[in-house]
């Protein structure tokens, strides 16, 4: 019922009651890793603190089984945790414990880590063990900021592309890559001209 009551609240967009739920709900039924997952996207949604957050995430990689989507979500959400902290080190760590898993989430994580720890040439390395999705903004991103650090025009390409996506972030990384990166005049020319029909909506 509880399960039910905590879907339910989340569909409607009720983040507050949901996040009561599913507090209830784990004090229940503490060795299902599903739900100290979505405990612990409730308590990011409504605010609570790292410490809270990291804890169900820790929680649920505890008592997910080898091997599970659980597990392997759990360790992204970690790794998320600590990217989003600035310790490349720490999530680089988390995503070492998921290494069957070849999905593009972890290929973008562990580029991201790379970043962090100043390693653009690893950060391109992992990105380019996936085929990245045109409709991703955050790995185009990535990719265009780690080509960036090592002075390469083809960054331009995908910053472009996480401008257009509206990838945070985006703007700064592509302006800044203008500023600096040397190109020529037929480059800079195609970038402008990619850019203009937006400047233009």
Do not use: N, Y
């Not at 080898?66 to 597990?71: H, I, L, V």
């Not at 989430?105 to 063990?129: F, S, V």
């Amino acid at each position: 019922a509880l399960a039910l009551l905590a879907d339910a609240c989340e569909a409607a967009g009720l983040d507050a009651e949901a996040h009561l739920t599913l507090e209830e709900l784990a004090t229940r039924a503490p060795s299902r890793g599903e739900v100290w997952l979505r405990l612990g996207r409730a308590r990011m949604r409504t605010g609570s603190s790292a410490d809270d957050v990291r804890d169900a995430f820790v929680r649920a990689l505890a008592v997910a089984d080898p091997g599970t989507p659980e597990r392997t979500d759990a360790l992204l959400a970690l790794a998320d945790l600590d990217l989003a902290a600035g310790d490349g080190a720490r999530a680089e760590l988390w995503l070492e414990r998921a290494p069957f898993d070849k999905s593009a989430a972890r290929a973008l994580r562990r580029a991201e880590a790379r970043m962090l720890q100043g390693d653009a040439r690893g950060a391109i390395a992992r990105m380019r063990e996936i085929e990245l999705d045109a409709a991703d903004g955050r790995g185009a991103l990535v990719l265009g900021r780690a080509l960036a650090m090592t002075g390469d025009a083809a960054a331009f390409v995908p910053l472009v592309r996480a401008w257009v996506l509206d990838a945070p972030g985006a703007s700064e990384a592509l302006s800044s890559a203008l500023a600096w990166i040397a190109s020529d005049d037929a480059t800079r020319a195609r970038v402008l001209a990619d850019l203009d029909p937006w400047f233009k909506a």
